[in-house]
């Protein structure tokens, strides 16, 4: 399919003077800049172009985006109803545009094969993509209202859950035709996720909780209070012990979800990001090995935080609108963000 869009190097403020001097060495035909250094003597932490690249291409606000599994692409979701897929490395072409959704969508997913692509609509479906052949291979319209979020599972069977306005959890097998689970929620459903295990779905919205899911009772087998807003978005940590939750209450919490766990279950509050009256829904995500988080926030600052901490990393500078999702690379030290703006950033990390 036709790519659309431009694809620049971007420096904002405090990186005005930074050029990559391109110092690649080839290594199974990959062009590493890892190492080269900046004018400025900034060591070069990533393979990406530049240190920070800006992506242009949406013709509406940038919704939601994730890396590939393998890193090598993104995907980003829009108001103007469409996905892209965009090359991570190079010139961050914009190589592929998915059409099907009615109306805005809301939040996309890579399953663990890294060919295929899930999304949630405004239009109240569920759509499964290849992204090989860049064509819609499941269309799921059980939901009555919006649907908000969707998480599939990353290890095990091809199964994904969803969740909406009409306060609906519902489980999805790629390989049926309908939901194999619905779950009554007690509030519309802002953000869904899949426990790493796969026996429990976590769901959370305008009731201000979290609940998790048993999924062979189909009953609430705990329920999580302590935000004071609604929940916009949840993610399970990489090792599955811990899920971390944003809200509009301006904290972003971590949350112990082991099964002895203490019954104060909320490790860490965590400080610093923004909503705001857009009521965006403001996602949030673990680096691959736990050792960071990060928000979208609606004053147009990128944060990261150290968990155990508590502390801001990194406030970085340079959308023009509410960040609606920050999202970590699988295999290097390099952060996405998407925004109001209409524009996503790329841009690498100073640790190695």
């Known amino acids: 399919m036709a790519a659309v869009g431009q694809r620049r190097p971007h420096s904002p403020d405090h990186l005005q003077n930074s050029q990559a001097l391109v110092k690649r060495q080839r290594t199974d035909d990959q062009q590493l800049i890892i190492g080269s250094v900046t004018k400025d003597g900034i060591r070069r932490t990533s393979n990406l172009l530049a240190p920070i690249m800006q992506l242009v291409g949406h013709g509406g606000e940038v919704l939601g985006m994730r890396f590939s599994p393998d890193g090598q692409t993104l995907a980003s979701a829009s108001a103007d109803r469409t996905l892209l897929l965009w090359r991570t490395y190079d010139e961050c072409e914009n190589f592929m545009m998915l059409r099907g959704h009615k109306n805005a969508v809301l939040e996309v997913h890579w399953f663990s094969n890294g060919e295929t692509l899930l999304s949630c609509s405004a239009d109240k479906s569920v759509r499964c993509w290849d992204t090989e052949a860049g064509v819609q291979v499941k269309r799921l319209s059980e939901h009555t209202a919006i649907v908000n979020s969707c998480c599939p599972l990353q290890r095990g069977p091809p199964l994904f859950v969803s969740g909406g306005d009409d306060s609906r959890v519902k489980v999805w097998d790629m390989r049926s035709k309908r939901s ?141 609108g509410s960040v609606n999702e920050v999202v970590f690379h699988p295999k290097e030290p390099i952060v996405g963000s998407c925004s109001n703006d209409r524009t996503l950033f790329l841009g690498e990390l100073a640790y190695a």
């Open 180 to 320: 194999i689970q619905t779950i009554e929620a007690p509030a519309p459903v802002c953000a869904v996720a899949f426990s790493a295990a796969g026996d429990q779905v976590y769901s959370a919205g305008l009731d201000n909780n979290i609940t998790a899911w048993e999924l062979r009772k189909g009953a609430a087998g705990l329920t999580l209070q302590g935000h004071a807003d609604t929940i916009t978005g949840l993610r399970v940590s990489p090792e599955g012990n811990h899920l971390l939750s944003n809200s509009m209450d301006n904290t972003l919490r971590i949350w112990d979800m082991r099964p002895y766990a203490p019954a104060n279950r909320c490790e860490k509050v965590l400080h610093g990001h923004q909503h705001s009256f857009e009521q965006g829904l403001l996602r949030c995500d673990w680096s691959p090995d736990g050792s960071r988080v990060a928000a979208g926030s609606a004053d147009r600052v990128v944060y990261v935080w150290d968990p155990v901490s508590g502390e801001v990393q990194y406030a970085l500078p340079g959308h023009k």
